[in-house]
């Protein structure tokens, strides 16, 4: 009864499409049993040959040592009490077979050199024809990655159950940033990457995508990691799941080569050391280029702000709280205004602010007036000549303008406001005059 047990048992083995194993999971993985199956998988007869491999690390491949050594210590941080290792041996007609080890952890363990190693009962398979495949479409996804990179083309994914947009490596390179952002919707309408008079339009098409809009064509400018503003187009389509439901957007920047002068020779953007809003002459190209290409219904308004009797005041103030009086004006300002809006400093005292497409010319009178509050409120002392304030001259606009027409408009308002000694404001408006 138990030869023919034994017998049934070896027969039920022989059946089976892989070899059994128990292997100690130390550095070389010892064979603590091995069924015939698995030494003619490796091309060995256990009946013939007189030594046999002690462990799996003596049949490994050469050329594959490192990889094995990298997968034995994965598996010795796993925790979920399972074994996987992929390695190559080297068949008798110089081919190589591509062998698969998987199993599971047991309650026995293995003692050598008085230390403990946990026992794994696994089987062995010959994978050659899978990881054949397998290294097949992994060349074929390097080689398209390859063209990919080599087309300078910023590919991309956005998951819409994530929220996740993933730019292909590239990304990093010309922007220096991380090219997967999560929660992509909320960062959207913060980010710096995209030129701020571009960005109203950029989230205006996401969110038609978002809606059910099935494709998007879009030209915008990105400033990359050299302060370099790059126009570039966007080609979007969302794509459906089996369900016909929305679940992912894919498609790609292309940076534009041959576009309008102005656009080639976009100015770097560059900050204001002491108060870190843009310079004197960024500031003027971004509003200049910005006023030039409005629609006709948009309207917007310039401010040109002149802070007085600061020089007093700062002396009084960095002894006293250790501040700049135009460092904590410029944070009241970027505070307001919008990321979309630029801010600039144009002299010593002196900022400029451009709002692009604005409701009413109430927002400019609510702004101004906050502005005019939160300076006075500022830096208050009462008995103590040295008080500082600041004058606001202001132009209103719609459609496309030029750029020294509306400056001069601004000035206009604010020698205007200058007659006030205190913290005041005045607008212009081009069909009837100042007011």
Not at 256 to 282: F, G, M, R, S
Not at 316 to 328: A, F, P, Q, R, T
Not at 410 to 424: G, I, P, R
Request: proline letters at 2%.
């Amino acid at each position: 009864m138990s030869d023919n047990h034994t017998i049934n048992m070896d027969q039920m083995l022989s059946t089976l499409p892989g070899g059994l194993l128990r292997i100690a999971l130390d550095d070389e993985l010892t064979i603590m049993y091995a069924s015939d199956t698995f030494y003619e998988l490796i091309e060995m007869d256990s009946s013939k040959q007189t030594k046999l491999p002690k462990s799996i690390f003596k049949t490994v491949y050469s050329a594959d040592i490192i990889f094995y050594t990298q997968q034995i210590a994965a598996n010795k941080q796993k925790k979920d009490n399972q074994f996987l290792l992929f390695y190559r041996v080297l068949q008798k007609n110089g081919s190589l077979k591509w062998i698969m080890i998987n199993g599971s952890k047991t309650d026995e363990v293995y003692q050598k050199q008085n230390k403990t190693y946990p026992i794994y009962f696994c089987m062995a398979l010959d994978v050659s024809e899978h990881m054949l495949g397998y290294r097949k479409i992994e060349q074929e996804l390097d080689y398209y990655r390859t063209i990919m990179e080599l087309s300078k083309e910023l590919y991309f994914e956005y998951v819409i159950a994530t929220d996740t947009l993933t730019f292909t490596e590239l990304f990093r390179e010309v922007f220096g940033k991380e090219s997967q952002f999560k929660d992509f919707s909320k960062r959207l309408e913060k980010t710096k990457l995209i030129h701020a008079d571009d960005l109203p339009a950029v989230i205006k098409t996401f969110k038609s995508i978002m809606s059910g809009k099935k494709q998007a064509i879009l030209e915008f400018r990105m400033i990359t990691k050299d302060g370099e503003m790059s126009w570039y187009i966007c080609y979007a389509s969302i794509i459906f799941d089996e369900n016909k439901n929305p679940f992912k957007v894919v498609g790609k920047l292309s940076l534009i080569q041959t576009k309008q002068e102005d656009k080639k020779t976009a100015p770097k953007v560059q900050l204001d050391n002491l108060t870190q809003v843009y310079t004197e002459d960024c500031a003027k190209d971004m509003v200049a280029d910005s006023m030039l290409n409005q629609d006709s219904d948009v309207i917007s308004a310039l401010f040109l702000c002149e802070v007085r009797n600061y020089k007093g005041l700062n002396e009084v103030i960095k002894i006293v709280e250790g501040e700049n009086v135009l460092v904590s004006i410029a944070k009241i300002l970027k505070g307001l205004f919008r990321r979309s809006d630029v801010i600039g400093r144009m002299g010593l005292g002196d900022f400029m602010i451009y709002m692009k497409d604005i409701s009413s010319d109430r927002i400019a009178y609510d702004k101004a007036e906050y502005i005019c509050r939160e300076v006075d409120e500022l830096f208050s002392y009462d008995y103590n000549k040295n008080s500082v304030s600041i004058s606001i001259g202001i132009a209103l606009i719609k459609g496309s303008a030029d750029y020294s027409g509306v400056y001069s408009n601004a000035k206009s308002a604010l020698v205007m406001a200058k007659k006030d000694n205190k913290s005041s404001f005045e607008i212009f408006y081009p069909s009837l005059g100042s007011k």
